[in-house]
């Protein structure tokens, strides 16, 4: 439980979370730049044309697997030194993309991708660090305030990567060149983290020695909503952004601006509801959070299904965005309801490592699914997911009305 000192001292937004925004705001900028080029790249240099999105599966795996050894990290040697750390892996991985890139090398190319998903797997603990610094009615708040920095890395990234694939003589290669400047100016940001001072006593034996066992957190209801709300999000937002890029420049034709546009105007869907989806969560609730996504990415495949046009694109990936914030913002805010501090890490590092493995899939099935079965036919897929989490949320409405009614 929360002092009411602490809780008064964080009524406001605290230092933490505005730097930790900023530091989102650099170091989520690798990201778009490899979202936007990893395919076009893979499509160039990769052994057959099934394989060209596996340099963004292979970032996203990279964050899969690093999701559980991060959250150690964190808990044996606390989260600064590791924030730091992510942030020079980044930077590491810009190089090495670089010179991959420069000598046409598939493999070394995935291998930075998969750096860049590890240093991505620090990043994402930037919303946890933002909701630890604050009382439990912030909560939400926090988290979409922390999002807010993917806004400016929507705009930085794609920016970045188009100027560098301009500025250096072998195409693309400049671009990551950035994307390792802006990796490092976010290491300098997080060198100003101040480590929440109960972050120490949440991690004592003693307090440690409360915990419940994984197998009793569990058995709520409302975690597998959270999880769930998380996961699909991700991975049918991942499943159509992996493939967008692919088919609109390499079989639609369409210009790698334009698609640079899409793919901007998506990742700023992504974040700009950041501005008020935690109110939103205050407001209407977890579950009517969620149903207001689900219903953005129907009207996504919809969008995407009846028009291959530039339009069609930009409204698909816009929605694919909106989606994406309801259904995190919502699944994260629920998330720390489930579990006590002492089981913070344990919650988390679960929570991810679904998120992230399911995204990973994601991406390596968007290439081959793509090529095989087609663009319809790769939205078409997303409705069972869709289905899935609404009668996730549907039947935990009922087992909380079932649970109000005995009392």
Known sequence: MLTKNYQQEHRFIPFNVWLLTLAQAFAMSATPMMMLLGGLIGADIAP???MATLPIA????????SVLPVSRLMQRFGRKPVFIGGALLGACSG????????QQNFVLFCLSAAMLGAAGAVVQQYRFAAMESVAEPMIAKAASRVLLGGLVAAVI?????????KLWPQA??????????VSLIAAVILGFYRENE?????STPLVQDKARPLTEILAQSQLWVAVAGATLGYAMMSFVMTATPLHMHHVEHHSLEDTKWVIQSHIIAMYLPSLFSGILVARLGVSKMMLLGLLAYLVTIISALIGRELLNYWAALVLLGIGW??????GTSLLPRCYDKSERYKVQSFNDSFVFGAQAMASLCAGWVIHLL??????????PLIAVQLLLVLWWKWSRSQQASRL
């Open 48 to 50: 057959s044309p099934q």
């Open 198 to 202: 109960l972050e120490r006593e949440w």
């Open 58 to 65: 292979s970032m996203v795996i990279g964050l899969a697997l």
């Open 157 to 165: 990234g794609p920016e970045l990567a188009i100027l560098g694939a």
């Open 95 to 102: 190089l090495v993309a670089a010179f991959a890139t420069s």
């Open 172 to 181: 693309y290669v400049g671009a990551f060149f950035f994307l390792t400047l």
């Open 374 to 383: 087609g663009w319809n036919m790769l939205l078409i897929s997303c409705l």
């Open 325 to 330: 914030n309801f259904l995190f913002v919502a």
